[in-house]
């Protein structure tokens, strides 16, 4: 057994290379996760978001006098399973404690959590640099514990309401050590610990309603100091972007306090998203005195090591190794293979299409493009959508050989979002089939030529400027059926060589 | 040693008003309690394994189901005061 206790951090030291930099910055962050798990973690209460005030609570939840909370197996399932994703040992034996203090939205007047035996701990998680290098960030621990319940402030009655049915819900806190040396790294660093936990489809991981937030701690230390400077807390961050934001702020703030010949306080600060700033919450000194102590109502836990090895093989393979086996397998670039790997339903989608059509960097197009800009604006998940991977290469097929213009292959693929038809029932029934057969493109640029006497002239006068409008024209004219590449050469055998 | 100061830090801690004359006896009773811890950490433990728990067990679960819970009017009853579906307490803003 190994005991982590909370606080016991040790910091690498590493140099930052700005110019005149005085001070480097020193980052840990903390992540509390929601599980989503069908019921709470200590009872049999549903965990859902959004039902009615003090729908889903019991007596475990509300702590009443001889109930007695029993923990949920898929939690610390989940757990195990996210700690050997961030490359977590797991505790052979683990223990719950209660961590005591009074707030309305906690109705025991404790929190089940770790303190000394957390499920994981000594992890990393490796994040890809813009650089092309990694940075590997440590993680302390990770601790199951319980959600409190939600307070709604009410100014219009001068009172708090209290909503219960938060109280119970699972959470993982993720500790990093102080490992990250900017408010980007700790951006980066987000994004690539949220990404891997969708990808084990653990958490919902909205921000937005809670189910993942972020408290920061940071501090600032002469350049080549190894021993870490008074910290200041942040909280209150409810975007990644937030996040970046008030740890750039409170960076500059601590420089100029140092600067200015001040010291640091230790201190917990809110950010004001609207004011973009941080405010004092409370000082060290009236900081919590949690008084931890075992919670007599829950056994130890002892994960097998057959249990643990169990979760292990049944791990997806996660967003950083799939974007290098993507890279090399499909011989896509960082950028590229980054963009498919960002969403877990994506890659996959991509490497149904891979299987049908080997043009992979044009299915990457395809996908990056036209697909996801459909996604991110009818705000809808690709499962929504009509559109398979076997469709999304027959059109990709008629683009490569010539039926479909790119633009006329655009509406198509809009069309394919929306009937289950095939493509070539799609081109038929709305007339989209490219035009190529010469016969009709030389009656169009007939047309176009006795219509377009200037830029004619202008062509034969040795500027071939124009060539591009009258291309133009012709594609209007027949709705962006003809083909492009064709009405270009006849206009140019037609115009210069006549 | 305790102090007066501790006991009355202890007593806020958990919301627990004392007055002089209350937290003068129960410095002292603190004192003696703590005087008998320090006759236990006396005791040579070191042949013998640490416990978290008072019985020798271990893996108590339950699984992943989702039972009924109580309605909001049943589980507002033990409310002091309750507005709009929730609890009333007095404003709380840290």
Redesign the interface.
């Known amino acids: 057994m190994n005991r982590v206790p909370i606080g016991t951090k040790s910091g690498l030291v590493y140099k930052m290379t700005i110019e005149n930099k005085q001070f480097d910055t020193v980052i840990g962050l903390e992540v509390h996760l929601q599980l989503k798990t069908q019921s709470k973690i200590f009872c049999g209460c549903a965990n859902n978001f959004g039902a009615e005030a003090n729908s889903q609570v019991c007596p475990v939840c509300l702590g009443l006098p001889g109930s007695l909370p029993v923990l949920n197996k898929k939690v610390l399932e989940y757990a195990v399973k996210i700690g050997l994703a961030l490359n977590c040992k797991i505790n052979s034996y683990i223990k719950f404690d209660r961590k005591n203090y009074y707030y309305p939205d906690l109705p025991k007047a404790y929190q089940i959590s770790q303190y000394d035996f957390p499920v994981c701990y000594q992890g990393f998680v490796l994040v890809p640099q813009e650089s092309s290098t990694v940075k590997k960030v440590g993680i302390t621990r990770a601790h199951i514990e319980e959600d409190a319940g939600k307070l709604i402030h009410d100014n219009e009655n001068n009172c708090s309401l209290v909503d219960y049915n938060r109280t119970g819900t699972p959470l993982l806190e993720i500790v990093t050590e102080p490992d990250l040396r900017s408010a980007q790294e700790a951006y980066d660093y987000l994004q690539i610990l949220k990404l891997t936990l969708q990808y084990l489809d653990v958490s919902d991981c909205d921000m937005e309603k809670g189910s993942l937030r972020c408290d920061a701690n940071i501090s600032i230390r002469p350049v080549g100091e190894t021993k870490l400077g008074v910290k200041t807390e942040l909280k209150n961050m409810n975007s990644f972007r937030a996040v970046k934001a008030a740890l750039t702020f409170e960076e500059n703030r601590q420089t100029q306090v140092v600067k200015a010949g001040g010291k640091i306080t230790q201190e917990t600060r809110l950010w004001d998203e609207a004011k973009q700033m941080s405010i004092t919450m409370r000082s060290k000194e009236e900081a919590h005195d949690y008084r931890y102590f075992p919670d007599p109502d829950l056994t130890p836990f002892q994960v097998d090591s057959s249990v643990i090895e169990q979760i292990r093989k049944s791990l997806p393979e996660l967003p950083v190794d799939k974007w290098e086996r993507i890279k090399k397998e499909y011989g896509l670039n960082d950028y590229d293979a980054w963009i498919l790997v960002s969403s877990p339903e994506i890659a996959a989608f991509f490497e149904e299409c891979a299987k049908l059509h080997t043009n992979y960097k044009n299915i990457c197009n395809w996908i990056s493009g036209s697909l996801m800009q459909e996604i991110n604006s009818r705000k809808l998940s690709l499962g929504d959508l009509r559109i398979t991977p076997r469709r999304l290469v027959e059109l990709i097929l008629k683009a490569e050989d010539g039926t479909l213009s790119n633009l006329v292959a655009k509406d198509v693929f809009r069309y394919a979002l929306e009937t289950d038809k095939s493509i070539d029932e799609i081109i038929q029934e709305k007339g989209l089939a490219q035009v190529s057969d010469s016969v009709t493109l030389e009656k169009i640029v007939d047309e176009i030529i006795t219509q377009n006497e200037n830029a004619v002239r202008q062509i034969k006068n040795g500027d071939e400027k124009p060539l591009g409008f009258l291309v133009g024209q012709a594609m209007k004219k027949t709705q962006g059926k003809a083909n492009p590449k064709k009405i270009g050469e006849i206009l140019k055998r037609r115009i210069i060589d006549a | 040693m305790i102090s007066e100061k501790d006991v009355k830090y202890a007593a806020s801690?958990?919301?627990i008003h004392l007055s002089d004359e209350e937290a003068k006896p129960l410095t002292k009773d603190l004192e003696k309690i703590l005087h008998y811890v320090e006759k236990l950490q006396k005791l040579d433990v070191s042949k013998v394994e640490p416990t978290?728990?008072?019985?020798p067990?271990?893996?108590?679960?339950?699984?992943?189901?989702?039972?009924?819970?109580?309605?909001?009017e049943e589980?507002?009853k033990?409310a002091v005061e309750k507005?709009?579906?929730?609890?009333?307490?007095?404003?709380?803003?840290?």
């Open positions: 801690l958990s919301r978290s728990h008072v019985l067990i271990k893996n108590v679960y339950r699984e992943d189901k989702v039972r009924s819970s109580l309605s909001q589980a507002l033990i507005i709009k579906g929730s609890y009333k307490v007095p404003k709380v803003i840290e």
